[in-house]
C-alpha cells in the first residue's frame, strides 16, 4: 500500500484510521488472511462466529497494512508482539513492535476497526458502540463521573456513558493497565466537555502525562485516543477494504488538534 503523504505519521502527530469490518461468510477475504502471521490465523480461526472473524481479520490486517507502509515493509513482514502486565502467558496484551519507536493500539466493536499509529509516546485507541448493552455497568464510573452523568437527559446517557468508558479504556490501554485496573479509579471529563483524565485516585504519579482526545467516529459510534507523553496533533482516517481486499480512502474524514490538553493534576 502507497499512502498519500499526509496519511504518514510524523512526529508530534498521532493518527487514527476507522474502517468497516470485512464479511468472511462467503470467500473468508483471502487476500486479508495472508497478511496474518500464524499466530493471528490461529486467533482468527479460533473464533466460532463470523462477526468477531471479521473484525479481528480487518483489525490486524488493517494494522498490518498501515505500519507496512509506515516503515516501507510488505504488510506481511512486521513480526508483532503482545505485551501484558498482569501476566506472562503470552498471546495477549498491548500490541508492541519490537525494535521501532512506533507504537500502535488498535480496538474493534460492532462492526467497525479502529488503528492508532503514533511516535509521540505509548498510545491506546478504543472505539465503542452507543447502546450496544442495555443497562450500562454504572459502577465503572467515579462518584464525580456518576453525578455528572446522572445530570445528563435521559435520551443523552447511552452516549455519554460510551464516551466516558471509550475515553477510560483509551487510558488504561495507553499505560498498559487494561482492566486489571478498576475504572472507577479514573476520573474523566464529563461526555460534554473536552476530552481529560482528571484524576487517577490511588496513583499520584503512574505514567507520563495522559494527553486524551475524542477521535470523531461513525454515527452510533464513540472513540477516543491517549498518548502518555508530550500533546500531540491527532489526525483521523476513514478507510475500507474492497472485495478484493485493497484498502481504498473514501474521503479524507478530518483532523482535529488539541495542542493543550488537560493532564492530572492541572
Known sequence: MTPPPEELVRPGECHVWTARAVSVRASGAPALLKLLDAGERARY???LRD?????YLTAHALLRDLVGAQLDLDPAEPSFA???RTCTSGGHGKPVLPGSPLHLSLSHAGDQVAVALTYAGPVGVDIEEIGRVGDPPLTVLSAEERAAYDRLPAGERAGG????WARKEAVLKATGDGLSVDPALLTVSAPDAPAALLSWAERAQPHPPVRLYDVPAPDDYAAAVAVLGDGCRVVRHE???DGDGVL?????AGDGVLRRPRRAGD
Do not use: D, K, S
Not at 161 to 164: C, E, I, K, S
Open 82 to 84: 503482545a505485551v501484558c
Open 51 to 55: 462477526e468477531p472473524r471479521g473484525l
Open 161 to 164: 456513558f460510551t464516551r466516558y
Open 45 to 47: 480461526e479460533a473464533f
Open 239 to 241: 478507510v475500507a477494504y
Open 248 to 252: 481504498r480512502r473514501p474521503r479524507r
